[in-house]
């Protein structure tokens, strides 16, 4: 059971390039969600997919997409790439109901953008 | 919108010693606050968590309070080791609304010295 999965772990993408992140979970989980963590910061989220089919901003979508590809898999893509983009990105999951809110975090994507 | 702030960022102490992380939120509705544990390298990780209608919960040398008045709540680590050296984020929310309306403080670097 591996939980949440990301890929890659690391990244270095030239400002303008574009790239897609990443993630599964093999829990069953009904919510996927995408955070960025920033020093001095926290977690905060940049789209979330409550079920599939569905997909809704969060606290800071501009400049990202998302994809709920199926109930295991929820992508991140960045169409151009800025610096204020570095960042390490967490995907998670959790289920839906009223134990929806316990987030199970994967291990993270460092991305950096020069 | 929901507002954690959480203290200190960073806290050194003593292996034996205990370790307390205090937070405080703005929003009177939000009644779920559970705590991640995030070691180097790794995603958070959901270690004690507490809802508005107890003031208290244990787990073996991790206890939380919480103080609904004040709108505060607090993580105690008791016989502090150094395997608890990791960064801890405090989070709140309207438990059962899913993980997206889940919101972070901005975290407690803990180094438990030798």
């Known amino acids: 059971n591996a939980g949440v999965t990301q890929t890659p772990k690391f990244q270095v993408l030239k400002t303008g390039q574009s790239m897609t992140l990443q993630c599964a979970q093999d829990?069953?989980?009904?919510?996927m969600y995408w955070y960025r963590q920033d020093p001095g910061m926290g977690l905060r989220l940049i789209y979330y997919?409550?079920?599939?089919?569905?997909?809704d901003k969060g606290e800071v979508p501009n400049g990202y997409n998302v994809s709920r590809l199926n109930k295991r898999e929820f992508s991140l893509r960045l169409e151009s790439a800025a610096p204020s983009q570095t960042s390490v990105y967490f995907c998670?999951?959790?289920?839906?109901?009223?134990?929806?809110?316990?987030?199970?975090f994967g291990q993270g994507t460092r991305l950096t953008v020069v | 919108g929901e507002n954690v702030e959480q203290h200190p960022s960073t806290l050194s102490v003593q292996e034996g010693d205990s370790a307390v992380i205090k937070c405080t939120y703005s929003d009177s509705a939000s009644n779920y606050f559970p705590w991640y544990k995030q070691e180097l390298g790794k995603g958070p990780q959901l270690i004690i968590d507490i809802r508005s209608n107890v003031g208290e919960k244990k787990d073996q040398r991790i206890a939380v309070t919480l103080n609904k008045t004040a709108k505060h709540f607090s993580l105690h680590i008791t016989e502090t080791q150094p395997e608890d050296s990791a960064v801890y984020f405090c989070a709140a929310s309207k438990k059962g609304t899913g993980a997206n309306n889940l919101f972070f403080g901005t975290g407690t670097r803990l180094t438990v010295i030798p």
């Open positions: 997919s409550a079920s599939e089919g569905t997909t």
């Open positions: 998670a999951s959790s289920e839906a109901g009223p134990r929806g809110t316990e987030a199970f």
């Open positions: 829990m069953n989980h009904n919510s």
